[in-house]
């Protein structure tokens, strides 16, 4: 058979080489699509006949908020391969992407208050959209919280693989929220179903950042993956031949 | 072209304090991610140094 070895990859050392060398391209693209979609969502896009400028926070709301709710479901998924196949690596690129997630949630909620403000009146309300992404901030915080207070690492990862299965449960609880009940917070702009709601250039803006912010949490989550994987693999023969040459 | 001078682009029409409090923020706490990223990674390594230093004088106390 000519298939790829998927044993290799799941080695922590093959992996931490491979990481290495793809991380800076994440990092790259992610700087480059920011470039392009702010330019969009600053010079090209024009202004929103009912919002004003205030719109523009659309560019990195909306990125941030599909990223803090995709990033949960990945943890997610590692999780269970983790728990299904014991697999060191899975457990820790579940715990490499908690804290992007933690940030890019806040920075959801966060944009979520400034645009709030000047369109509702209120930076705050407790409608069900709000609620829900705040209740992800939490389960981001206390699956850290969770890892960082349990010393042996294999029980760590299982007690926070735990957190973050019965968690997922949460996502399509945020997405649905505004369909399921009355929320004060607007229904999806964009939804496979049916053609966005939206001009096509605001559109384009929003979905470059969105690639934008999914390259960073990408070379992010590649690049805590390495540290993790030194933390963990220090004593390993591995490392001790990689570092040789430094001592 | 939406600006006609710079200063009716930092305007941002009367918005100022909500578009640009949000991009600020966002910028704030990618560089804050990276930066910490930096410190952790330089961190391991130190200590991954240190524990094939260590791991070397042992083996070396048993040869002995």
Same mark, same amino acid.
């Given at each position: 058979m000519n298939s790829i070895n998927w044993y290799k990859y799941s080695s922590p050392a093959t992996f931490y080489n491979l990481a290495g060398r793809l991380a800076p391209w994440f990092y790259a693209a992610a700087a480059l699509l920011s470039v392009a979609g702010l330019y969009i969502g600053f010079v090209l896009a024009p202004t929103d006949?009912?919002?004003?400028?205030?719109?523009?926070i659309i560019f990195i709301h909306v990125p941030a908020s599909w990223m803090s709710m995709f990033i949960y479901v990945v943890m997610a998924v590692w999780a269970a391969i983790g728990l299904a196949f014991n697999t060191r690596l899975s457990f820790m690129m579940m715990s490499a992407l908690a804290p992007t997630g933690a940030m890019l949630t806040f920075v959801a909620l966060w944009t979520g208050a400034l645009w709030g403000k000047?369109?509702?009146? %209120?930076?705050? &309300?407790?409608?069900a959209r709000l609620t829900s992404e705040l209740i992800l901030f939490f389960l981001y915080i206390g699956f850290m919280a969770l890892q960082a207070a349990i010393d042996d690492p294999r029980r760590a990862d299982r007690a926070g693989a735990l957190i973050a299965l019965v968690g997922v449960v949460n996502v399509p609880i945020i997405y649905f929220s505004v369909r399921w009940w009355n929320t004060l917070h607007q229904g !999806?702009? &964009?939804? &496979? !179903?049916? %053609?966005?709601?939206? !001009?096509t250039i605001m559109l384009t803006g929003m979905l470059v950042m969105a690639f934008a912010v999914w390259m960073y949490a990408i070379a992010a989550a590649l690049s805590r993956a390495r540290s993790i994987i030194l933390e963990r693999e220090r004593n390993s023969q591995w490392v001790a031949q990689m570092l040789e040459s430094k001592v | 072209m939406n600006w006609n001078s710079w200063s009716e682009f930092f305007h941002m029409g009367g918005y100022a304090l909500y578009v640009w409090g949000s991009y600020a923020a966002a910028a704030v706490l990618v560089a804050g991610e990276v930066l910490l990223l930096r410190a952790r990674r330089q961190n391991a390594l130190k200590q991954a140094l240190r524990a094939v230093k260590y791991g070397k004088a042992e083996k070396d106390t048993d040869s002995q």
């Open positions: 006949f009912q919002q004003g400028e205030s719109y523009r000047p369109t509702w009146g %209120a930076w705050w &309300v407790w409608d !999806a702009s &964009v939804s &496979v !179903a049916k %053609a966005p709601s939206m !001009a | -």
